[in-house]
């Protein structure tokens, strides 16, 4: 059973918008954690779009800065990502990723720091 559970996803026009959610167990608290988005395209490696620190600090790939934002209510124990301006180039499966080692003033983009992975959600993006 994983620990978080990411929604939101499904078919949007490209120019649209979504807004994805990454929701944790009870139990289990993203207070300080670093979060990370992952996507995964159809015959394609993932890869890591953006994340943010237990701080708030955020950090981007190329490929999303000024179209997606991350961000996080520890009241609801969720982290969001707002996605806008999408192209048919953005169709994936989305993932966010848990990780408890960082310190909570930077994050890291790759896999290899995420230990605590969703199931993830597929978005589409065509007309």
């Known amino acids: 059973q994983s620990h978080v559970v990411e929604s939101g996803g499904g078919l949007v026009q490209p120019g649209g918008s979504l807004r994805l959610s990454c929701a944790a167990s009870?139990?289990?608290?993203?207070?300080?954690?670093?979060i990370a988005w992952f996507r995964q395209a159809p015959g394609r490696e993932r890869e890591e779009l953006l994340c943010?620190?237990?701080?708030?600090?955020?950090k981007y790939k190329e490929a999303v800065a000024g179209r997606f934002t991350i961000s996080r209510d520890n009241a609801k124990n969720t982290v969001y990502l707002q996605m806008n301006s999408l192209k048919p180039e953005d169709t994936a499966v989305y993932y966010c990723?848990?990780?408890?080692?960082?310190?909570?003033?930077?994050?890291?983009?790759?896999?290899?720091?995420?230990?605590?992975w969703g199931q993830g959600t597929q978005v589409t993006v065509s007309s």
């Open positions: 990723a848990v990780d408890r080692r960082q310190l909570p003033d930077a994050c890291a983009l790759g896999e290899e720091w995420y230990d605590f």
């Open positions: 009870r139990f289990f608290t993203l207070t300080s954690c670093a």
């Open positions: 943010v620190s237990g701080y708030g600090h955020t």
